[in-house]
Antibody, heavy 119, light 107 residues
C-alpha cells in the first residue's frame, strides 16, 4: 500500500525557516517524480514544487522561488521542502504527492502538515 | 503560466441529479488534465486523468471529457458521498496549476 506521511509543520515567525519531510513507503520511491502542493486555510490547492527521480530537475511556483528548496533522499525514501524567509501568506497545509503516468498526474497524496507563519 | 478557470464556484444539487463542472485553460493543454475530489480536512483524491481516464477504484458515475482548452467533469447520478469540492489541474506544463475549485453542496 502506497503511503506518504508528512511531518515538520508548526508555528514559525515571519522571516523564519522550517523543513518539511515526507516519508514514502509501499512503492519504489526512486522511480517517481514527487510534488509538494499547499492549501491555505479555506482556499484552493496550489502546486508548490516538484522534483525528478534523481533530483536533477526541480521546478517551483514563482511565489516561492529563491526561498523554498525541494530535495529528496532516495536511500531514505524521503522528500523534503526547506522553507526560508517565510511569510504570512505561506501559511497552509502542505501535502506531498507522488506523480505517475505520462506527463505525471498526482495519484497518491499524504495527509498534509500545517505550517503557520505568525508572530 | 497556464491559468485554469472552473465554473461554477458553487453548485447546489440533490441526490440523483446529473452534475457537470467546467474547467477552461488559458492555452491548449492537449488532454493533460486531472480532476480531484477533496472532502473537508482530507487530502485530494484523484478521480480522472488525461481528461477522460477513470482512476482505478473510482465509481463509473464519474466521467471526464474535453481537450485543448475546454473540459468537463460529469457525475451521472449524484450520491451522498459525492458532496465535496472538486478541482481540475493541468499537468501539460512542468509548472502545474489548479482551478479554484467547485463546491458541490446539498440542495
Amino acid at each position: 500500500e502506497v503511503q506518504l506521511v508528512e511531518s515538520g509543520g508548526g508555528l514559525v515567525q515571519p522571516g523564519g525557516s522550517l523543513r518539511l519531510s515526507c516519508a514514502a513507503s509501499g512503492f519504489t520511491f526512486s522511480s517517481y517524480w514527487m510534488s509538494w502542493v499547499r492549501q491555505a486555510p479555506g482556499k484552493g490547492l496550489e502546486w508548490v514544487a516538484n522534483i525528478k527521480q534523481d533530483g536533477s530537475e526541480k521546478y517551483y511556483v514563482d511565489s516561492v522561488k529563491g526561498r523554498f528548496t525541494i530535495s529528496r533522499d532516495n536511500a531514505k525514501n524521503s522528500l523534503y521542502l526547506q522553507m526560508n524567509s517565510l511569510r504570512a501568506e505561506d501559511t497552509a497545509v502542505y501535502y506531498c504527492a507522488r506523480e505517475s503516468g505520462s506527463r505525471r498526474r498526482n495519484d497518491y497524496w499524504g495527509q498534509g502538515t500545517l505550517v503557520t507563519v505568525s508572530s | 503560466d497556464i491559468q485554469m478557470t472552473q465554473s461554477p464556484s458553487t453548485l447546489s444539487a440533490s441526490v440523483g441529479d446529473r452534475v457537470t463542472i467546467t474547467c477552461r485553460a488559458s492555452q491548449s493543454i492537449s488532454s493533460w488534465l486531472a480532476w480531484y475530489q477533496q472532502k473537508p480536512g482530507k487530502a485530494p483524491k484523484l478521480l480522472i486523468y488525461k481528461a477522460s481516464s477513470l482512476e482505478s477504484g473510482v465509481p463509473s458515475r464519474f466521467s471526464g471529457s474535453g481537450s485543448g482548452t475546454e473540459f468537463t467533469l460529469t457525475i451521472s447520478s449524484l450520491q451522498p458521498d459525492d458532496f465535496a469540492t472538486y478541482y481540475c489541474q493541468q499537468y501539460n506544463s512542468y509548472f502545474r496549476t489548479f482551478g479554484q475549485g467547485t463546491k458541490v453542496e446539498i440542495k
